[in-house]
Nanobody, 114 residues
Framework: VQLQASGGGLVQAGGCLKL?????????????MGWYRQAPGKEREFVAV???????KIGDSVKGRFTISKDNPKNTVFLQMNSLEPEDTAVYYC?????????WGQGTLVTVSS
């Protein structure tokens, strides 16, 4: 399974961005997809995950501002990020689990200016 993330960029505080991550390399539906992020000098942090049955979990630091959704037939996950803050600046990594194996995307940089 390969993951291709896109949608990162530079945005002013209070703005919004939408990240996408498409999985390829399998014709089966991927059960779980989501996002982590890593800011400079910090550990990787959980952002959000969603499963093929619609279950979602959102990290406390982004709850109420970020939403996650998944296009099951396309094995694509989206992260809608609203009310962005400078503290949201990080490389955002896409995650997928398939047949018990974890896969990571290459990351997409989100920079929020104050």
């Amino acid at each position: 399974v390969q993951l291709q993330a896109s949608g990162g960029g530079l945005v002013q505080a209070g703005g919004c961005l939408k990240l996408s991550c498409a999985a390829s390399g399998t014709s089966e539906m991927i059960a779980l997809m989501g996002w982590y992020r890593q800011a400079p000098g910090k550990e990787r942090e959980f952002v959000a995950v969603t499963t093929s049955d619609g279950t979602m979990k959102i990290g406390d630091s982004v709850k109420g501002r970020f939403t996650i959704s998944k296009d099951n037939p396309k094995n694509t996950v989206f992260l809608q990020m609203n009310s962005l803050e400078p503290e949201d600046t990080a490389v955002y990594y896409c995650l997928a689990t398939h047949n018990g194996i974890y896969y990571w995307g290459q990351g997409t940089l989100v920079t929020v200016s104050s």
